[in-house]
């Protein structure tokens, strides 16, 4: 289809038949001739009614874009071609619009796309749903647990390199305007025999090759594991790597998943343990070893393995490796313990990898849950999606117990199907008043009666085999079955076909065979038994609870010996059958909608399309048999007004515009057509029609219609068209030679405006020469007079300086004369008291002087009497260099003990607190320096003198060294509440700042210690000392301006008394703060400029509380 055109409607430009129901004639062979040729256009989706039918197209279409997510937003499912957004977008608006709760069910078998589809759902429903920082973080929680639970719950398999090895239930919850607020994930029958064994040209779990291939090697490193794939006995090597697989890549996307969805680090390290753990017990392996009583016991080989993996989980080697060789058996009052064979050893090595794998694949579920579920108590509307394993049979007939649990629960879903089909079309009937007619089908009831009935059902008989005491077998099982199920119609077996005298030698001795609604699926009882049982031994799981490890305890809670239970843990088929009642029950209170997921081909290849594969899953998942339910009453149904629109141009009373009800005109439309009555139903909003002849008959008629009402129309626009071009250049030649005028009376205008111009300008040139000509001789004269003045005033002037200069040369001869004269007569008067020493008196009488001289200049220039005042004056000779710095010291030392003279005890007090603070914070907290210049006040309320306070005085009995208001940070939302904070000799207050009502009161023993970031914030943790009553409600997250003050006064306060320790300051920007029972972890990061100057507090998930610090 080109990029210009636009389907209105599912019927324009058809590929085939877009629904199903519309296929004329309608058998199997034209039901799938019209899926291969919408395949081979790159159609991939069809409709049967409201169920949309996928085919894999193994390669990337050019159809999930963002416009396409527009284009089907808020459209009639029907309005536009076959798509999976218009199944979600019709289930999303009717949750949202009509208040109805939705699921969507995904079936298939294994690479049909049934994980994609569930993908694309989700990816609708969070592009379509509405915006903002809440609602987007919701929307990527709930988009990234997809990574997680396929890296840990998807395998590359024969059928598909992507294949979920988990069934999926997913409830997303919506608020009123259809906003995502959290969701709920269900997870049903892991298959965990995957772990320990995978068939050929299958890989284990994807999480042990992204794990070897993505983590760093200071990792690997800590988990004790090594790149090479081959020293792994988990891991099959013929298919460790597959084409189009970066397992490194999609390792790093899941541990930013894990992030994103709210995993702490040592959570996810915890978890990466443990598959080091499975990895490392893989490779543990057994010999014998001979006793005395003629018994082999189980010995492990080399204890290298098993040595690294106690290391990694905090096991006593001794412990676990007595487990692998000996089990305890506990009856009532009695033990018996028993040695373990080297084939039970590896039983029991490999029940404990499954174990530990399955149990930490159910704790991820139930840890995404606890980070994504809504944190709302409101009433919510809920659409669930459903992605589950389809019908599975091995055409070898190695069908074992998993594949008969598969299939069950599929025969659950076709039950389901079948009967809220039928109730749907039977509601639409009744709704438009419409006669309803009883449409026979198949009721598989009876085959699920076969296998789930409580008493003779096949996994009730299952069970009791697996409880009896005795020697139990798969083969006493398949007795057993023989006894009791041998007359049922859908049951065969070797002894049951006996028993009638027929001969079937497809049938095996070992195997049964029962008739699903899908076909016969044969399956072999080889390890029903043991699956079933599900069996670990008690000494394993007391050696698990044994660890160090914090998550394996929490994963083997019946391995604690104070709670040692005697009571057998329910089946495997048990747990199964549990799950997918419940599974049942929730999908009957919600409206469903359908998604059949077909694959084309077995080899994974884009354009091919195996015709016998697509019938094969054609009948299993029972399309014929739906679309036969559909057509059973009227192929085809529409409201009257789209009906109407699509069709009005056929008669001619009502095209173009039908003004009377939308009903009557199709009722004129259908009489004029003559269209048989018996054809069609009116409704009371639809036209209902029965066969799609009609329907075709009315798109035909159409289609020539629309073709006579084309030509019609470019008849009338190519009129229009030539007379608007004559018009056009009608207007176009007046307005040519409008300008032309205006253009020729501008140049004339132009012309004489210049002539004009020029003469005034000779004009104006010869006035101004004549005024210049007079100017100049005026000012010739008045040059000449200044010059003749300035002449005589020089001459004068040089005269009087003459004189002068006579006179002065007189005055100092005088003086000269005058000074060699007293110079000779003192010289004549001193000579007599002049002798040999008359040198030193001299010197000496230069020192004197220059001493004298020295500090007479230093008093007048001594600095100011301020401590802080570093100046100093220079030194004006060299020698005095020693003198001169003695002085300065003794002047420093002086004007300092002046100064602290002048201090009152309060004072005092005050400079010894921030020496304090100094002491604990400088260099360590960001803010420090802003308070350094900030008197300590203490009390910031004046709660004495405040009448507000009057009730707050009264409760406080001491003195208050400190009072002020603070914020008490929120846990949930991370935001601040007032409170007034006051501190005594002996306690702590914090108070509401409105009522003055003291809300806690904390003796100061009580504390432990107090946290704050490196950061300029004003963020605190008041941490309580455990098993104290204060610590009952948790540490308090605090908020001030003035923190260096507070945790000041409290560190001083505490230091002060002699009966308690003094209270710890830790300086962190990640720290733990103590809530009630649940611990969160306070992050402190730098802020970006777009987060402005203040700084904020976020809750990132129920264990993370997120500051953001404006950089200095």
């Known amino acids: 289809m080109s990029k210009m055109e636009v389907k209105t409607s599912l019927l324009d430009n058809m590929i085939g038949v877009g629904d199903m129901v519309l296929l004329e004639p309608l058998s199997e062979e034209t039901f799938i001739e019209n899926l291969h040729k919408r395949f081979e256009h790159n159609e991939i989706y069809t409709y049967i009614g409201s169920v949309v039918i996928s085919m894999n197209p193994y390669k990337s279409l050019p159809i999930f874009t963002a416009d396409k997510v527009e284009e089907y937003r808020n459209r009639n499912f029907y309005e536009l071609s076959p798509h999976i957004y218009a199944l979600a977008d019709e289930a999303y608006r009717s949750l949202r619009d009509q208040d109805k709760d939705q ?39 709930l988009l990234q647990s997809n990574p997680v639970l396929e890296a840990f719950g998807n395998a590359k398999t024969v059928r598909n390199d992507n294949s979920s090895r988990f069934g999926k239930y997913m409830d997303i919850e919506f608020d009123f305007k259809g906003d995502p607020l959290g969701g709920v994930i269900s997870n049903y029958l892991l298959e965990k025999s995957r772990v320990v064994k995978q068939p050929r040209g299958e890989r284990n779990f994807h999480i042990f090759y992204q794990l070897l291939s993505g983590a760093s090697e200071d990792t690997l490193k800590k988990l004790k594991l090594d790149r090479d794939f081959s020293k792994y006995n988990y891991l099959s090597l013929d298919s460790a790597s597959v084409n189009g697989l970066d397992d490194a890549a999609n390792f790093r996307t899941v541990r930013n998943a894990m992030q994103i969805v709210g995993f702490m680090e040592d959570e996810v390290q915890s978890v990466l343990e443990l598959v080091a753990a499975v990895l490392k017990l893989g490779n543990i392996e057994f010999k014998p070893e001979s006793r005395v009583n003629g018994f082999d016991e189980s010995r492990v080989k080399d204890k290298n393995d098993l040595k690294e993996m106690c290391e990694l989980l905090g096991i006593e080697q001794s412990v676990l490796e007595r487990a692998f060789s000996f089990r305890t058996v506990e009856a009532k009052m009695e033990k018996v313990s028993t040695t373990l064979n080297v084939a039970q050893a590896y039983y029991a090595r490999d029940a404990l990898a499954k174990n530990i794998y399955s149990r930490m694949f159910s704790w991820l579920v139930t840890r995404i849950n606890e980070s994504i579920k ?175 490890h914090s998550l394996m305890k929490l994963l083997f809670p019946e391995g604690n010996p104070a709670k040692v239970n005697l009571k057998r843990p329910p089946t495997a088929g048990f747990q199964f059958r549990a799950s997918v009642g419940t599974l049942m029950k929730n999908l009957l209170t919600k409206n469903p909608n359908y998604i059949r997921c077909i694959k084309p081909n077995d080899k994974k290849a884009a354009q091919v399309f195996t015709d016998s594969l697509v019938c094969h899953q054609v009948r299993y998942l029972g399309l014929m048999e739906n679309v036969r339910v559909r057509r059973a009453g009227y192929a085809f149904r529409q409201p009257y007004e789209p009906c109407l629109e699509r069709y009005k141009m056929l008669c001619k009373q009502t095209w173009p515009h039908w003004k009377g009800p939308a009903r009557e005109g199709v009722e004129v439309l259908l009489k004029d057509l003559e269209v048989p009555e018996d054809e069609f139903s009116y409704g009371r909003s639809k036209i209902f029609i029965r066969n799609p002849r009609t329907l075709f008959f009315l798109e035909e008629k159409r289609r020539q219609c629309l073709e006579d009402l084309a030509t019609l129309i470019q008849k009338i626009y190519r009129g229009w068209k030539c007379r608007t071009h004559f018009l056009l250049l009608k207007k176009s030649q007046v307005v040519v030679a409008a300008w032309f005028r205006r253009y020729a009376q501008q140049r004339k205008y132009q012309k004489i405006k210049s002539s004009s111009i020029v003469v005034q300008s000779f004009i104006r040139g010869w006035k101004a020469r004549k005024i210049l000509r007079e100017l100049k001789y005026q000012k010739r004269c008045k040059e000449a007079v200044t010059t003749i003045a300035a002449y005589w005033h020089g001459t004068q002037a040089r005269r009087e300086l003459k004189r002068l200069k006579e006179e002065a040369r007189r005055k100092h001869a005088v003086a000269v004369i005058w000074a060699y004269w007293l110079g000779l007569k003192v010289r004549r008067e001193y000579r007599k008291f002049f002798r040999a020493n008359a040198g030193k008196k001299i010197y000496e009488f230069t020192i004197q002087r220059i001493m004298q001289k020295y500090f007479l200049g230093l008093k007048n220039t001594m600095p100011s009497m301020s401590p802080i005042d570093k100046s100093w004056p220079a030194r004006p000779y060299l020698f005095l260099e020693g003198t001169h710095q003695e002085l300065r010291k003794i ?124 950061q300029n914030d004003g963020f605190f943790a008041l941490k309580l000392k455990e098993g104290t009553p204060s610590a009952a409600k948790g540490d308090f997250l605090l908020s001030s301006d003035r923190l260096i003050e507070i945790i000041t006064k409290l560190h001083r306060t505490g230091a002060a008394s002699a009966d308690r320790e003094p209270i710890s300051v830790d300086i962190s920007d990640e720290f733990l703060v103590q809530f009630k029972q649940d611990k969160v972890c306070v992050k402190f990061i730098q802020a970006g400029p777009k987060n402005g100057n203040s700084v904020t507090c976020k809750r990132k998930n129920n264990r993370l509380l997120e500051v953001s610090v404006p950089s200095p």
């Open 103 to 141: 699921c969507i069910l995904i079936t298939g078998e294994s690479g049909a796309g049934k994980t994609e589809a569930s993908k694309l759902v989700m990816s609708y429903v969070a592009a379509v749903c509405g915006k903002g920082q809440e609602v987007n973080k919701v929307k990527e929680q």
């Open 891 to 1014: 002047f420093h030392l002086w004007r300092c003990k002046k100064y602290r003279s002048q201090f009152t005890e309060e004072k005092k007090a005050i400079y010894e607190e921030k020496l304090e603070a100094s002491e604990i914070f400088k260099d360590k907290k960001a803010l420090y320096p802003s308070s350094v210049g900030q008197p300590f006040k203490g009390d910031y309320l004046e709660i004495n003198k405040n009448p507000k306070y009057q009730k707050l005085n009264s409760v406080v009995d001491e003195k208050v060294l400190l009072a002020d208001v603070v914020n008490k940070i929120n846990r949930a939302n991370g935001k601040g509440a007032s409170r007034i904070f006051l501190l005594t000799k002996k306690n702590f207050v914090l108070a509401d700042q409105k009522t003055g009502q003291v809300k806690a009161s904390v003796p100061l023993p009580d504390l432990s210690s107090v946290s704050v970031s490196t």
């Open 374 to 548: 809504a944190q709302t108590k409101s009433r919510k509307k809920v659409m669930g999606v459903l992605d589950i394993y389809g019908f599975e049979i091995f055409e070898d007939g190695d069908n074992s117990f998993e594949q008969f649990i598969i299939n069950y629960c599929n025969e659950k879903l076709q039950q389901i199907f079948i009967e809220l089909t039928l109730r749907e079309e039977q509601e639409e009937y009744v709704r438009e008043g419409i006669e309803w007619t009883n449409i026979e089908y198949f009721n598989n009831a009876i085959i699920c009666d076969l296998i789930e009935n409580n008493q003779n059902g096949i996994l009730a008989m299952l069970d009791e085999e697996c409880l009896r005491p005795g020697t139990v077998t798969d083969e006493t099982f398949l007795d057993k079955l023989n006894t009791v199920c041998a007359e049922h119609q859908h049951f065969e077996s070797r002894l049951s076909k006996n028993s009638k005298f027929l001969t079937d030698h497809s049938l095996p001795h070992n195997c049964f065979r029962i008739q699903h609604y899908a076909g016969k699926v044969l399956y072999r009882v080889e390890g029903f038994v043991d699956k079933n049982n599900d069996l670990l031994y008690r000494d394993l799981s007391q050696a698990m609870y044994k660890a160090n």
